[in-house]
C-alpha cells in the first residue's frame, strides 16, 4: 500500500507534500537563530521532556493504529503503575519492572478485552476506568503518596554518556514498535483492523484479539513511562499523570497519525514528540511565556491533523 | 421495544432515579432531615456543568466530540473576570462573543473539511488553554466586583440561585426549540448517519456551524459565570469539568457514536451529577467511593451501548435455553 502512495507522489507531487519540509526547514532556521538552541545541554533538554510523554505516545500509536480511538485514562494507569513500582521496590528492580509492567498490561489489556471483543466506546470505557483506577488507588492507599520501599529504582535515573536513560529507552522501544508494526503478522492485522473494522471482521480476521493485544502492549509502554516517572520523582501518588494523557494525544496528532485509525507509525510520534518538545524549547529560550508555548503546541496539532486529514481525502469526494 | 426500555429513556431514568432515591435517604445516614439548603447547594453544581453539559451534550447528540468547551470555559471565565471588573456585563458579552467566534471557527473547519471533530477541537481546548494562560500570566486573577458575586449566587426561593435558575431555563429553551422546530431532528439525523441526512437535505454544514457557535457560547457563557460566583478566574481548570460534562451527557441517555440523547435527557444527566456531589458532600462519603459509583455508572452506559457485549449476553441466554 505504501508503494502505491509512494508511487503516486513520485508522479504528481502534492502541493501538501512542501508543507512538512517547508516547516522542518523553517524551525531549524528558527532554532539557528537562537542563542543556545544547539548546545549540547539544549539538545538534551528537550530529548529529556520528550521521553515521558514520547514512551506513553508509542503505547497509544497502537491504540489509534487499532482504529480504537484514544484512551483517556493514561494519566490514572501511569500513576497506578507508578506507585506499584514504587511499591514492590524492596524485591529488587527487575522483579519491580516486571511486577509494573505486567500491571500496566493488565490495566489497559482488560480495557482492551471489552474494547475488542465487547466493541466498546473506547472513550466512554477509558473515562470509566479513569474513575475506577483514582477510586481504586485512593481507596486502598489511603490517599497518600507511595514511596519507594527499596533504592533499586534509582538505576533507571542513569544518565550514561550525559542523557537520561528514559532516551535510550525512547530510542529503543520507537525502533521495537515499528519492527512489530512493520514485520510482524500483529503488525499488519493491526492496520487492517484499523482501516476498516467491519471488513476485518468479515474477512474472519482475529479483530478482538488484534485489538486486545495493541491494548496490553499500549499498557505496558504505559508502565514503562510510569516507572521512570516513579524513580524520577521518587514518590507518586494518582496525581502523578499529571497532563500526560493529553499530551501522549498531541504527540500521536502532532506526528500526523490519523485519530480515524488503520494509519500512523511509531516513528512518527516520535517525530511528533520532537516537534512539540523543540518548539517549546525554542519558545523558552526565546523568553516566551509557558501560556504561549501551551497555546503554539495547539496550533501545531491543528495545523498537522489539518494537513493530514487534506492529504488523505484528496481526490476523494 | 417499549419506550422504557429504550436507552435514551431507561439510562437517564435509571440513573436520576437511583440518585434522587439516595439522595432521599440520606437522612437515614446523618440523622437529620433534609433542608432547603441541599437542594440549593445540588442545583449550584448544576449552575456550574449544566451549560458545558449542554455545550458537550448538544455536539455528542449530532455525532461530534467538542472537546474544547473546558478551553473555552476557561477563556470565556478569564475575558469575563478580566474585562468585567467594572461593568461585568462587558465581560460576560466579551466571553460570550468569544466563544461565539471559538465554536464558528470550528465548526467550519469540521463542516468545511469533513473532518473528526474529536482531534480538532483538542487542538482547540489546548491552543485556548494556552490562550488563557497568557492573558493572565499563567496566573488566577480576582475579580473584586464583590456585589456581582453576591448576586449571582443569592437565594431565590430558598433553593434557586439567579445562577441556577439561568441554567434551567437554557436547558427548558433549548428542549423548547429542538422539540419544537425541524432542528432537534436534525442534529439527531446528523449524528445518526450524516451522509443519509445529507441526501434527504438536511444542511448539515450550517447544522455543524450553528451547533459548535451554540456550544462555544454556552460554554464561555458557564465560565462567565462560574468566575463571577467563585470572585476569581483560574487558568487551568484541568479536564475534571470536561470529564464530568461527558460522564453527564452519557447518564442523560446520549450516546457517543451520537444520533441519540434529547436535552430533556441532558438535564436528566446534570441533575444526576449534581445531586450526586451534594449527596457525596452530605453523606461526608470519601471522595473515592464517587469515584467508584461513577466508574460503575459509566460500566452501565458501556454495556448498554456496546454491541459485542449485547451479542454475548444474547449468546449466553440462547445457550442457557
Known amino acids: 500500500m505504501s508503494a502505491v502512495t509512494a508511487e503516486r507522489r513520485i508522479v504528481r507531487p502534492r502541493r501538501t507534500d512542501v508543507l512538512p519540509v517547508a516547516a522542518l526547514l523553517v524551525l531549524l532556521a528558527v532554532g539557528a537563530s537562537t542563542p543556545r538552541f544547539l548546545s549540547l545541554d539544549n539538545v538534551k533538554a528537550i530529548l529529556t521532556s520528550a521521553s515521558l510523554i514520547g514512551i506513553a505516545g508509542l503505547g497509544l500509536t497502537l491504540i489509534v493504529i487499532g482504529g480504537t480511538s484514544v484512551s483517556l485514562a493514561i494519566s490514572q494507569s501511569v500513576a497506578v503503575s507508578a506507585m506499584v513500582f514504587l511499591a514492590v521496590q524492596s524485591a529488587g528492580l527487575v522483579v519491580a519492572l516486571v511486577v509494573t509492567i505486567v500491571t500496566g498490561a493488565l490495566i489497559t489489556g482488560l480495557q482492551g478485552l471489552v474494547v475488542g471483543y465487547g466493541e466498546a466506546n473506547p472513550i466512554v470505557l477509558t473515562i470509566a476506568a479513569g474513575f475506577a483506577l483514582t477510586g481504586l488507588a485512593t481507596g486502598v492507599g489511603g490517599g497518600t503518596s507511595v514511596s519507594p520501599t527499596g533504592t533499586g529504582y534509582t538505576v533507571l535515573n542513569a544518565t550514561p554518556g550525559g542523557l537520561p536513560l528514559s532516551v535510550f529507552t525512547l530510542v529503543l522501544l520507537t525502533v521495537a514498535v515499528q519492527a512489530v508494526l512493520d514485520r510482524s503478522v500483529f503488525g499488519r492485522l493491526l492496520y487492517l483492523t484499523g482501516e476498516n473494522r467491519p471488513a476485518a471482521r468479515a474477512a474472519g480476521l482475529p479483530v478482538g484479539r488484534v485489538v486486545t493485544v495493541a491494548w496490553v502492549l499500549a499498557g505496558a509502554l504505559f508502565a514503562i513511562a510510569a516507572a521512570f516517572s516513579g524513580a524520577f520523582n521518587t514518590s507518586a501518588n494518582i496525581n502523578l499523570g499529571g497532563t500526560l494523557t493529553f499530551d501522549a494525544i498531541a504527540a500521536v496528532l502532532a506526528g500526523g497519525t490519523p485519530i480515524a485509525g488503520g494509519k500512523g507509525s511509531a516513528r512518527r510520534t516520535l517525530a511528533g514528540v520532537l516537534l512539540i518538545a523543540t518548539v517549546s524549547d525554542i519558545l523558552l529560550l526565546r523568553g516566551y511565556s509557558t501560556g504561549a508555548q501551551i497555546m503554539v503546541k495547539g496550533l501545531i496539532v491543528l495545523a498537522v491533523i489539518l494537513v493530514v486529514h487534506l492529504r488523505t481525502t484528496r481526490g476523494r469526494p | ?321
Open chain 2, 1 to 321: 421495544m417499549s419506550r422504557f426500555a429504550r436507552p435514551e429513556v431507561l439510562v437517564p431514568g435509571v440513573a436520576l432515579g437511583a440518585t434522587l432515591l439516595v439522595f432521599a435517604a440520606l437522612p437515614l445516614r446523618t440523622g437529620q432531615l433534609l433542608t432547603p439548603f441541599d437542594a440549593y447547594n445540588a442545583l449550584q453544581v448544576l449552575a456550574r456543568l449544566g451549560p458545558l453539559i449542554l455545550a458537550l451534550g448538544l455536539t455528542m447528540i449530532a455525532g461530534e466530540f467538542d472537546l474544547s468547551v473546558v478551553g473555552t470555559y476557561a477563556f470565556g471565565g478569564m475575558l469575563a473576570v478580566t474585562y468585567g471588573q467594572d461593568h461585568w456585563a462587558l465581560g460576560l458579552l466579551l466571553a460570550l462573543a468569544a466563544g461565539v467566534a471559538v465554536g464558528v471557527l470550528q465548526g467550519v473547519v469540521v463542516a468545511r473539511f469533513r473532518i473528526s471533530s474529536m482531534p480538532v477541537t483538542l487542538a482547540t481546548y489546548i491552543t485556548l488553554l494556552g490562550l488563557t494562560s497568557s492573558l493572565s500570566g499563567g496566573l488566577s486573577k480576582t475579580f473584586d466586583n464583590a456585589d456581582v458575586t453576591l448576586w449571582v449566587d443569592r437565594p431565590v426561593l430558598q433553593v434557586f440561585s439567579p445562577r441556577s435558575l439561568l441554567a434551567l431555563v437554557v436547558f427548558l429553551v433549548l428542549a423548547l426549540v429542538l422539540a419544537g422546530s425541524r432542528w432537534g431532528r436534525e442534529i439527531r439525523a446528523i449524528g445518526g448517519d450524516r451522509r443519509a441526512s445529507r441526501v434527504s437535505g438536511v444542511r448539515d454544514d450550517r447544522l455543524l456551524v450553528g451547533l459548535f457557535a451554540t456550544s462555544g457560547l454556552l460554554a464561555a457563557g458557564g465560565g462567565a459565570l462560574l468566575n463571577f460566583s467563585l470572585g476569581s478566574a483560574n487558568p487551568d481548570p484541568g479536564v475534571q469539568p470536561l470529564i464530568l460534562a461527558a460522564v453527564a451527557a452519557l447518564l442523560g441517555g446520549v450516546s457517543l457514536a451520537g444520533g441519540r440523547g434529547s436535552v430533556l435527557g441532558l438535564l436528566a444527566g446534570a441533575l444526576t451529577i449534581a445531586f450526586l456531589a451534594q449527596v457525596v458532600t452530605v453523606a461526608a462519603l470519601p471522595t473515592y467511593v464517587s469515584q467508584l459509583f461513577y466508574a460503575l455508572l459509566l460500566a452501565g452506559v458501556v454495556a448498554v451501548d456496546a454491541p459485542g457485549l449485547r451479542r454475548g449476553v444474547l449468546r449466553l441466554r440462547k445457550v442457557r435455553r
